[in-house]
């Protein structure tokens, strides 16, 4: 099953907690306030949990929604980060939702559990084959080589 994402909801609960690491007010609430001085940063912004962020139909939406409100808060040095496990890599809407997150300081941090088929099959069991997998990350890696060159 796919998880649903209100994207109202999303919209709304990003912009409370950007206001309040803004202000400094994070800091101020618990647990956020045993935060080393040093450390009270905000380093980037994830898509991840609950499943495959990649299989979600409106991950572009998503991804635009955080884009505009990172540049509403004016947080143009933090990272966008989509965490994947790379197997849908290749769909158009998930293209078009990299291609927004390169736009804007976006990362792809994909994982690969396993380092041969067999072993692959035994520990995912998913219906996308392992070399699926690794081309996928291999055209992942030639993007932006392409992209920074």
Known sequence: MIATVDLAVLHDELNILLQRIKSGKIWQTKPFDQTPQKMRRLND?????????????KLGHAVRLVVGLKAAHEL????????????????PNVLRALKTLDQNQGEVWAKLDVGNDSAYRMINRSPVPFQRIVSNLIERYNQNLWMTS
């Open 76 to 91: 143009d040095q933090v990272k966008l980060v989509l965490i994947t496990n790379a197997s849908l890599l290749t769909r």
């Open 45 to 57: 912004i994830a898509f991840s949990g609950n499943g495959e962020p990649t299989a979600y139909p």
